[in-house]
């Protein structure tokens, strides 16, 4: 991936302060905001994923208007953060390294991010449309919808646009074939129509220009990923039946790059209802519960409204 796509991927772990600016106009103001000490509950803090990150990556992002789309704009400027470890990003092939932007840029589930298609991105409404995903039934891969049985649009920011127009240009979308819904053999003329194949012009396949399979991904590219940038050991070789034995990483699976898509938009002063539409959660009250130790300086604003009217 090009450098200018590797400022596409939101920073995340101590950020002591923010930039931010509206729409409304005036100078981007500094925020200062102490980051949570975790996630929700099960994941740590270092569910943060800073390893994430290369050495040239955005801190804040700030407000540039309403495309025409009516979408809230965003653009970001970049840093240097810390780099103690070698970035996961720089980590992964360069045909995989889109999955993390997805991830972390538009809080798109592991297998959302796997079966989005060329045509889910519409770079002229900035708006991508999370239409399906690629589940395992029977360890047979398929096309389905998203979970919840639900579809919904993210807004696409201007530096993730980038990001995949630079990866549609060194990996040209490849169209796949694959069932619906369940890749078993049908039993009725309802079931054949319903899980008639479908093809689409996916962002990210393998290396056999075939779709991925997630338990494929998370052992041999993300797992080794998180390993030579030093978040996790080294694969343990020592496995009597030649198992491939990680340790351990809950923390630091795919997943955590939805949490942290969704930590930022709220701290960045993003409804609760808006995140709950984009991450496809079906209850509002839900996305609150998970994710409110991140709403920023609770209280604060119902204060400064106050002390306006009696100053």
Not at 183 to 198: L, M, Y
């Amino acid at each position: 991936m090009h450098s200018e796509a590797s400022s596409s991927i939101p920073a995340t772990g101590p950020s002591p302060s923010r930039t931010t600016s509206r729409s409304t106009g005036g100078p981007p103001r500094a925020v200062t905001r102490p980051r949570s000490s975790g996630l929700s509950r099960g994941y740590a803090a270092t569910s943060f994923p800073t390893w994430v990150l290369s050495r040239s990556t955005p801190s804040a992002r700030e407000s540039c208007g309403t495309g025409r789309s009516g979408w809230r704009r965003i653009s970001v400027r970049p840093r240097s953060v810390w780099s103690g470890r070698r970035p996961v990003r720089e980590a992964l092939p360069d045909r995989y390294r889109i999955l993390l932007v997805i991830g972390a840029g538009l809080g798109l589930r592991q297998g959302e991010a796997l079966g989005l298609s060329a045509d889910d991105v519409d770079f002229e409404k900035e708006v991508v449309h999370v239409r399906r995903q690629i589940k395992m039934v029977r360890a047979k891969l398929c096309f389905a919808l998203p979970k919840g049985r639900k579809v919904r649009d993210v807004p696409l920011p201007a530096s993730v646009a980038r990001a995949i127009r630079q990866h549609m240009e060194q990996f040209a979308p490849v169209p796949v074939t694959l069932p619906w819904d369940d890749p078993t053999p049908a039993e009725t003329p309802v079931e054949a129509k319903h899980r008639r194949p479908r093809t689409y012009s996916l962002l990210v396949t393998g290396r056999e220009r075939k779709a991925i399979n997630r338990n494929y991904f998370n052992s041999y590219v993300w797992k080794p990923a998180l390993a030579a940038a030093g978040v996790i050991a080294a694969l343990d070789e020592g496995s009597a039946d030649g198992a491939r034995v990680w340790e351990p990483s809950r923390a630091h699976g795919f997943h955590a790059l939805r949490h942290f898509f969704a930590s930022e938009e709220l701290e960045s002063g993003e409804s609760v209802v808006s995140l709950a539409r984009w991450l496809g959660h079906s209850d509002p009250g839900f996305t609150l519960r998970k994710y409110s130790h991140f709403l920023p300086r609770a209280g604060a604003r119902g204060s400064a409204a106050t002390d306006a009217i009696f100053a």
